[in-house]
């Protein structure tokens, strides 16, 4: 697992090799530059976060049994999509001033997230919230390792890239990866207690830029990556969600945990790594706790539940 980006994927090579070739051979350079530099990518669920902040002063204003017909209407709405077997929903109620609750949506269509933010909308308890924020993205993985070694081997056969062979047995190696992560495309949420949600974005400027890197020389910095996550896969679940051209930053990532401490401990630790000393750029933290959509009413009467329920 690996928190700081697209996914606990694969990844291989070092600078001198980015400019020599795997084995210092020139023209191993050469016939690498001639591949595509973009990585092949799989999509699961469409997700929306919602970051909320939640009127205290004016709900302590409604009457006892309005609140609580209140609450009632949005756990009713809610609850059903918890469980949902093709895309699921969550509640967290968020630590400190950036907002008070946070949906976490998750759906296989763009259309069905924005039908989600309408049957919200329509809930009286809408009245009583201010969105602070949202993001919105795809649940991704990145294909470095798969994508070379289809790049090499089309290449060696002479394909042209881009030629209708070529697109084809690009479209053959992605059906063959996504049916065998579907898992990891289309995941439930988990149940943890704890959630970490933050976009972040491979740093560009005058003196680095990550996509002028080789594929294998970024290959191998994911590759080191992934390394120090998966040492954390007991304690931690992550999805990672691409929102290139859907949201300001490129990336989403989620971790779930029921220690929070482990958060810390696990993006600290990857700080240390060159693809993220180097390239990676992170923006807010949302840290947030689930609470089931039965329990919603406790929530805003200002209770916090002792404990998250799958």
């Not at 002063?57 to 609450?71: C, E, G, K, T, Y």
């Not at 696990?266 to 790594?273: H, K, Q, S, T, V």
Request: with cysteine; proline share 6%; glycine share 6%.
């Amino acid at each position: 697992m690996n928190p700081t980006h697209p996914a606990a994927r694969s990844h291989a090579t070092s600078p001198h090799h980015a400019k020599t070739g795997r084995d210092g051979d020139p023209n191993a350079a050469v016939e690498a530059a001639q591949l595509p530099a973009v990585p092949l990518t799989l999509e699961g669920y469409a997700t929306l976060h919602q970051m909320m902040r939640f009127r205290h002063s004016a709900w302590r204003a409604l009457a006892p049994n309005d609140r609580r017909d209140i609450a009632a209407e949005a756990s009713a709405l809610l609850a059903p999509m918890e469980t949902k077997p093709d895309g699921q929903s969550a509640l967290y109620s968020l630590l400190g001033h950036k907002g008070d609750l946070m949906f976490v949506h998750f759906r296989s269509t763009f259309d069905q997230l924005n039908q989600v933010e309408l049957d919200l909308a329509r809930l009286r308890l809408t009245d009583f919230l201010e969105p602070t924020t949202s993001y919105l993205s795809v649940i991704e993985l990145g294909l470095y390792e798969s994508s070379l070694k289809t790049y090499k081997q089309l290449a060696g056969r002479s394909v042209e890239p881009y030629s209708e062979e070529w697109n084809k047995s690009i479209q053959e190696t992605i059906a063959r990866q996504k049916e065998a992560m579907k898992p990891r495309l289309f995941p439930a949420l988990p149940p943890n207690r704890y959630i970490c949600f933050y976009p972040m974005n491979r740093l560009r400027g005058e003196d680095k830029n990550w996509y002028t890197l080789s594929m294998e020389e970024r290959q191998r910095q994911m590759n080191e990556h992934g390394l120090v996550g998966r040492r954390y896969a007991g304690e931690v679940k992550q999805i990672i969600s691409g929102s290139i051209g859907f949201d300001d930053w490129e990336w989403g990532v989620d971790l779930f945990a029921d220690d929070p401490l482990v958060f810390k401990k696990l993006i600290y630790e990857m700080r240390f790594d060159q693809v993220s000393a180097v390239y990676a750029l992170f923006g807010s933290f949302y840290i947030g706790l689930r609470v089931p959509a039965n329990r919603l009413y406790e929530l805003l009467e200002g209770k916090l539940p002792e404990r998250a329920e799958s």
